[in-house]
Nanobody, 124 residues
Framework: QVQLVESGGGLVQAGGSLRLSCAAS????????LGWFRQAPGKEREFVAS????????YSSDSVKGRFTISRDNAKNTLYLQMYSLKPEDTAVYYC?????????????????WGKGTLVTVSS
């Protein structure tokens, strides 16, 4: 089992940047595919980006492609999401998630473990 704790959220102006971190407990961090998802008020949780075991394979949603970068540091048991050129529509609670088996995924229902989320608010 793995426990996930997100940090780095906050209030930022449109066009600004933030870096989210997700610290994971447990010795098996390197065996999990990881992802970032977000949920805006009144909306369903949606895929943002995902990354494979070694970090060499990544996927991003079309809405963030070219602006957000997902990465992982297996030595530090940490997942990151670097966000640039933030827009008001990026405002949401951002969650990191881990998947035990099956590899990288964009589907929330495929993920096995979730953090509690960190709020990102982008003002116009």
């Amino acid at each position: 089992q793995v426990q996930l704790v997100e940090s780095g959220g906050g209030l930022v102006q449109a066009g600004g940047s933030l870096r989210l971190s997700c610290a994971a407990s447990g010795r098996t961090f390197t065996t999990y595919a990881l992802g970032w998802f977000r949920q805006a008020p009144g909306k369903e949780r949606e895929f943002v980006a995902s990354i494979g075991l070694g970090g060499g394979v990544t996927y991003s949603s079309d809405s963030v492609k070219g602006r957000f970068t997902i990465s992982r540091d297996n030595a530090k048991n940490t997942l990151y999401l670097q966000m640039y050129s933030l827009k008001p529509e990026d405002t949401a609670v951002y969650y990191c998630a881990a998947r035990r088996t099956g590899g990288i995924s964009w589907r929330p229902e495929a993920m096995d473990y979730w953090g509690k989320g960190t709020l990102v608010t982008v003002s116009s």
